[in-house]
């Protein structure tokens, strides 16, 4: 039965999209339990689900989610509140559908989960209900209230309305409630039996309570139409066809109809269900907004759907629900003129009314289920036909001959549902239309499927497949289709090879000469490159969809834990690559579950340490060119060194000894060895030892890199940079050892060549090399020693040995560094291919990619070469927490200090410097009566902080002094401050002491030991722009 | 390796010789042979690592099994090497030999344990030895091997950091 395991595929997907969707949406009802749109969409989900389950005799499923929807419209109808026990339940019903599905996925049965005590407490849950009496009284007393207020203002009514219409609609608003409270309880007691038993019922007796209140709405609408004199086809027409219908449809489907029993149900429900909710209102709503402009169209939404499923039945219900109507709304106004539903949404309950007319819907929907054994989806859309031809018959579309066409007719259906639907997203439609017709078709199928299981086969086969409904859903389904992540991954190393092979022919092309090739060639390579941006594009997801499953399980774990936790996102569009996400899931989810349980403290610990009471959990992404970090935050207790010291020791991972000799940096980053663990306890949650470790080979099996940061007592951050393996860079291919090498060029700043007078400027430092350059210390690496790859032959090596060496001046996360290298290649654009396993902990490369001329080349790891090499302590970079309190961190900054007049220390960031010169002081020169500076063509105003500050050194002042000064910009403003003598570089962590006691200043700190004040450069441009109105040259920059 | 069942099995295992010794891999561990042609030096790795190459578009990791199995080996013919490549869960693999010889069928029920004048140093590769008419072949586990080159490659890494 292959179409049924399609159809059940296709029930797997489109049910677990209903559950992410119902989770999302439980969690944001648990915000906001008054979010009424949540819990319909809640209700429609589980509803749904429900429907298919019965549909396909998963008996387990349903019941779970009978359960759910039994609770849910307990809810729904507000006899019970909605509280965090309701919402623990329903996600635990989430949990134990997904479960099941996920067997019915596997071993293709629902597997031996047991929901019974699932469903037990579903239903233990529903005890607290009122009762159908109470909440009538509630209703009555507020309806009471609300009337009672609403006669008070005196609501305006339009014009037309005869004034007697006022002074009846207390009656009128409070009769109407009464009405509904009978049908409701019917409805609940119907809802509750299973679903089948008022389904075989003959429309004769469906005329329940629950069938009247609806049964009025239509009977009002033409009652409204009819009086009014419009010629809307629902009240005019109406009872029409429904008189002919019935004929038309005995001769050519009843076999059909008669033929499906029980299964009927299942498919009608949830197709009507799916049209009713999606698609009914809409097909009708234009013509019913030509025939009565008085109506509003919102009000008039679910009249159309009743009046249209009335059609087909007997003509003595249409003249029924009139007297009904009289009896129980228009009972003392039967010359009511035009509408009598304005009225109630112009007073003060209009919004009452609203979640009336919800009701109402909803029942009409659950009626027409029961009515529809008799009434196929065929039916259905005959009668739309009908009704549109009739309505349209004056429309180009329609006039034109198409109508008997059945394809056609469907399609303009289609085009006269986007023409109306004019609020409503145009492209929701047409997808909602498409599933619907999908599911349709495929249901259908589906039901011919079953007969002839069932032994029941006759000779008619597949003539309830109309060709028309097969055309409409080639036609819609065009918008977006699914596709197997298989075929992306394939399509993705198809164009990575071509794009090799781009990179090959190029160069033969080059080689050859011909410009004829060569123009073919590059066109192709033009092609390839947005070939490759496509495909890359398809499949980018944004990190968003890995994130929204987890305020679920920060509920979950922080309830666990006792913890009150405070989840924040920030960079949800970073987009990702599929198969990232996919591997990152894991990892991210036990941080998540990590932070939580060993991060942040209990709320009761939290306010004792003076922190809030709510911890904060920040997960950020951000995209740097070929590679996307992660970070997630908390702002718990940290990582406590000497904790860790002795729980290492304690766990026998590493001896005294090393621990002794070991950094703090390495000492934190030993929370990765295999078999940690600082919880004593094993938690439901974490602590079993088996975590970081495991974290760390994830994310390094994709290439990545995890590093974790932390300050003890104030918070923990483990940065996750995954780089994009797929991605195809550009790339600077260098030579060490004439053997190539790429470097990614987002790393190259700049490439200098020396000369030998220069090479002289080196200087040791330490062990290290470094080199003056552009007001800098930068750390000079040769990349042969790096590598350890002398050149094979030692006499070439001599004969050649200072020649002037190629510096590359990289960038590593915020430092830099110079990089000798032999020689320098092209540039190229290369695909990166991740090394195997054993190559991975080397940190030197990032990955391999294949040349032009097909060899492999290694891809070097800018920052891990740095690392490698020793230049420093590499740190994780900062995540600031947005929000308020984002001060409660201490901050990490590069700090340029610098000294001024006698013993006065002053400091700068450095990120606003962007050089440092030097020059003697008659070089300085005034502009209305203002220092400036010309830099670069610039005219940039200058600051002497001595004279800034009043200062009077000791030092003698002369002409011929070299200052230095310091280019400094803010906010595109630049600005140079004259200093004596800039000290140092400090790069760390240092607390604000206390607020700035000078103009210019922000803040002081103690900096290695010493009392310095920070610069607030922001403030100095301020005061100096003043004067200078604005820096000449800056006025191009800033356009 | 495949699940251990009561009847006995047979299987292919392709075998070649470095130095004195016979080793055999099981087939399935053997996707292609190949001559060697100009790989990639890798800079930081042990000797035992030969390089890298393209084949096909995918990068293939070089095993020299040679230097692994025999730190004392000097290769008799070195114009006539070939490599074996081997898809592996952690990457794509290929290991030098001197030559590849024949494929032999061995039952299951026939590996016995290692001969005695097999030395320590290989035991750790080895997973069985089976009797041949002349010499005993000795059945090599490649996973067994990839693991111990990894471990010298992390070796390498942290005595420089």
New interface residues.
């Given amino acids: 039965m292959g179409e049924f395991d399609d159809l059940i595929g296709d029930f797997l997907i489109e049910s677990r999209e209903h559950l992410e969707q119902l989770e999302r949406d439980l969690l944001s009802l648990e915000k906001n339990p008054k979010d009424r749109v949540a819990l319909v969409c809640i209700f429609r989900s589980i509803h749904t689900l429900k429907g298919n389950c019965g549909f396909l005799g998963f008996s387990k499923l349903e019941s779970v989610a009978h359960a759910g929807e039994n609770l849910l419209s307990l809810i729904r109808d507000e006899r019970l509140d909605f509280n965090e026990d309701i919402a623990t339940a329903l996600l635990g019903l989430t949990d134990t559908v997904r479960n099941i599905l996920q067997s019915l996925d596997n071993h293709g049965n629902e597997g031996d989960t047991n929901p019974s005590q699932l469903v037990q407490t579903l239903k233990d849950l529903q005890k607290g209900a009122k009762t159908v009496e109470q909440l009538e009284a509630e209703r009555a007393q507020a309806e009471a209230d609300q009337v009672a207020k609403a006669k008070a203002p005196k609501p305006e009514t339009s014009p037309d309305q005869g004034p007697g219409k006022d002074d009846k609609s207390p009656d009128l608003l409070t009769s109407s409630a009464t009405d509904v409270l009978p049908s409701l309880a019917a409805l609940e007691a119907a809802s509750n039996k299973p679903q089948k038993a008022d389904t075989r019922k003959d429309p004769g007796d469906k005329r329940s309570p629950k069938n009247r209140r609806k049964s009025n709405r239509y009977g009002e609408s033409s009652e409204a139409k009819g009086l009014g004199g419009s010629k809307s086809l629902l009240g005019t027409k109406g009872p029409k066809p429904s008189s002919e219908k019935p004929a038309a449809k005995s001769d050519d489907k009843e076999p059909k109809s008669n033929r499906r029993p029980s299964t009927t149900t299942g498919l009608s429900r949830s197709l009507l269900e799916e049209s009713g909710i999606y698609q009914a209102p809409k097909l009708d709503g234009e013509p019913v907004l030509k025939g009565s402009d008085a109506l509003d169209s919102e009000e008039l939404l679910p009249d159309p759907e009743d009046s249209r499923f009335d059609f087909p039945r007997d003509p003595t219900q249409a003249d029924a629900p009139v007297k009904n109507l009289e009896d129980t709304r228009l009972g003392g106004a039967p010359d009511g003129t035009g509408s009598d539903t304005e009225p109630e949404l112009e007073t003060p309950s209009a919004l009452q009314s609203d979640t009336d007319r919800y009701i109402l819907s909803e029942e009409a929907r659950k009626k027409l289920q029961s009515d529809t054994d008799s009434f196929t989806r065929e039916d259905f859309k005959d009668e739309i036909q009908r009704g549109l031809r009739d309505q349209l018959s004056e429309s180009a579309i329609i006039e034109s001959g198409v109508l008997h066409d059945l394809p056609n007719t469907a399609t303009t259906l289609d085009q006269s549902t986007l023409i109306t639907s004019g609020e409503h997203n145009f492209m929701d439609l047409m997808q909602n239309l498409g599933e619907n017709k999908a599911r349709d078709s495929q249901q259908t199928k589906e039901v011919d499927a079953f007969q002839e299981q069932a032994g029941m086969t006759q000779t008619l086969k597949i003539p309830n497949l109309p060709e028309a409904r097969r055309d409409t859903n080639r036609q819609v389904a065009e918008t977006s289709i699914r596709i197997d992540t298989k075929v992306l991954d394939e399509l993705m ?1 198809l164009v ?2 071509l794009v ?1 092979t781009r990179n090959q022919l190029l160069q033969l092309a080059t080689i050859a000469e011909n410009t004829d090739i060569l123009a073919g060639c590059q066109q192709l390579s033009s092609i390839t490159t947005r070939l490759h941006d496509r495909v890359m594009k398809s499949r980018m997801q944004p990190i968003a969809r890995l994130w929204s499953k987890f305020p679920r399980l920060v509920r979950n774990v922080s309830r666990l834990c006792h913890k009150s936790v405070r989840l924040e996102f920030s960079g949800e569009d970073t987009e990702l690559d599929r198969t990232l996400i996919e591997a990152i899931k894991d990892p991210l989810t036990h941080l998540v579950r990590n932070a939580i349980d060993h991060g942040i403290e209990a709320p009761a610990e939290r306010l004792r340490l003076g922190k809030a009471r709510d911890g904060r959990l920040l997960i950020s992404a951000t995209q740097e060119s070929d590679q996307v970090r992660i970070v997630v935050r908390d702002d718990g207790a940290g990582i406590n060194p000497d904790k860790l010291r002795a729980r290492l020791l304690e766990r026998g991972l590493m001896d005294a000894q090393t621990l002794k000799t070991m950094s703090t940096g390495n000492l934190i980053s030993s929370i990765f060895l295999p078999g940690f663990s600082t919880t004593d306890q094993v938690t439901m949650v974490s602590g079993r030892g088996v975590g970081m470790d495991v974290i760390k080979a994830n994310i390094e099996r994709i290439g990545g890199k995890i590093q974790v940061s932390t300050m003890p007592g104030s918070w923990t951050a483990f940065t996750l940079t995954i780089p994009l393996t797929l991605a195809i860079i550009p790339s600077l291919l260098i030579y ?2 004439n ?1 190539r090498y790429a470097i990614p060029q987002h790393s190259v700043l700049e490439l200098l060549r020396l000369s030998d007078e220069r090479l002289r400027e080196f200087e040791a430092f330490g062990d290290a090399t470094v080199w003056h350059y552009k007001g800098e210390m930068l750390p000079i690496l040769n990349l042969n020693e790096v ?3 002398a050149s094979a032959d030692p006499a070439e090596d001599a004969g050649q040995a200072p020649k002037t060496p190629n510096i590359m001046v990289l960038k590593a996360d915020q430092r830099k560094y110079g990089l000798i290298v032999e020689r320098l290649g092209d540039s190229q654009e290369i695909v990166v ?7 991975q ?5 990032s990955g ?1 990619t ?1 040349l032009d001329d ?5 891809i070097l790891d800018v920052l891990g070469i740095a ?2 090499a ?1 230049i420093h302590q590499i740190k994780a970079p900062e995540v600031e927490f947005v929000g308020e309190d984002a001060e409660s961190f201490d901050d990490l900054h590069s700090l340029l200090v610098f000294s001024l007049g006698d013993n006065w220390r002053m400091g700068i960031p450095l990120k606003s410097v962007w050089r440092l010169i030097e020059l003697r002081r008659h070089e300085v020169q005034t502009l209305n009566k203002q220092p400036v500076l010309t830099y670069e063509e610039q005219l940039i105003p200058l600051v002497d902080l001595e004279r800034f500050y009043d200062l009077d050194s000791d030092k003698e002042k002369s002409e011929q002094d070299e200052v230095q000064v310091l280019l400094c910009t803010h906010d595109k403003k630049n600005v140079a401050i004259l200093i004596d003598q800039a000290v140092e570089i400090v790069e760390q962590q240092f607390q604000i002491q206390a607020h700035a006691a000078y103009k210019g200043c922000y803040a002081s700190a103690v900096i290695d030991g010493r009392a310095t004040d920070l610069i607030d450069v922001k403030e100095i441009i301020r005061l100096t722009h003043t004067t200078l109105l604005e820096a000449p040259g800056q006025t191009q920059l800033e356009t | 390796m495949n699940a251990e069942k009561p009847e006995s099995k047979s299987r292919h295992y392709c075998s070649f010789r470095i130095n004195e010794y016979l080793f055999g891999v099981d087939v399935h561990d053997v996707q292609e042979i190949l001559p060697l042609s ?8 042990p000797d035992s ?1 030969e ?4 084949l096909r ?3 293939v ?1 070089i095993v020299n099994l040679c230097k692994v199995l025999s730190e004392t080996h000097v290769s008799s013919v070195a114009d006539k090497r070939f490599h074996f490549v081997s898809d592996q869960k ?4 290929s290991f030098i030999v001197d030559g590849t010889g024949e494929v032999y069928e061995i039952d299951d029920t026939d590996i016995s344990q290692l001969p005695h004048f097999v030395p320590e140093e290989l035991r750790q590769f080895l997973v069985g030895a089976v009797r041949l008419e002349q010499e005993s072949l000795l059945l090599l586990s490649i996973s067994r091997v ?1 693991s111990y ?2 471990r010298l ?2 070796q ?2 942290f005595s ?2």
Wanted: aromatic share 4%; glycine share 10%.
């Fill in positions: 190393n990575g090879e090799l060490s050892n053997q590598l350890k790859s291919k991740a090394l195997s396993r054993m190559l902990n080397i940190p030197v490369y391999a294949i097909g060899h492999v080349a290694l690392r490698f020793g | 100009r790989s990639t030096r890798i800079p930081l790795t690592i390089g890298m190459i393209n578009g995918r990068v990791t952690t990457g794509l693999y990839l080159v990894q490659c992390s390498i890494h420089k950091s």
